[in-house]
């Protein structure tokens, strides 16, 4: 499916296990190919074992259980606390 800005991508290492190890990140972008992505707990080498926050592209195919789109309602209008 299409990606959209600030949504959460999900790869799990066996997409038929939800309960196989996985990685997610914030999507920041994206092309046809690819997935311009914002991760954390990651590395240059895209290892879900890493030792910071970056930008990282992946492959569209790497996302290979969907998007979690937590912005597709809108904004919610939070109540005046003042």
Do not use: K
């Not at 799990?12 to 990685?23: A, C, K, M, Q, T």
């Not at 910071?52 to 789109?69: A, E, T």
Request: aromatic letters at 4%; hydrophobic letters at 30%; charged letters at 25%.
């Amino acid at each position: 499916n299409e990606p959209s800005i600030g949504a959460i991508y999900i790869h799990l290492e066996r997409p038929d296990d939800p309960d196989s190890e996985g990685h997610t990140g914030i999507v920041t972008g994206y092309t046809d190919r690819t997935v311009m992505c914002v991760e954390g707990n990651t590395n240059a080498a895209g290892s879900r074992n890493g030792d910071r926050v970056r930008l990282h592209p992946r492959l569209r195919s790497y996302v290979n259980v969907g998007y979690i789109d937590v912005g597709a309602v809108g904004p919610l209008e939070l109540p005046d606390v003042t």
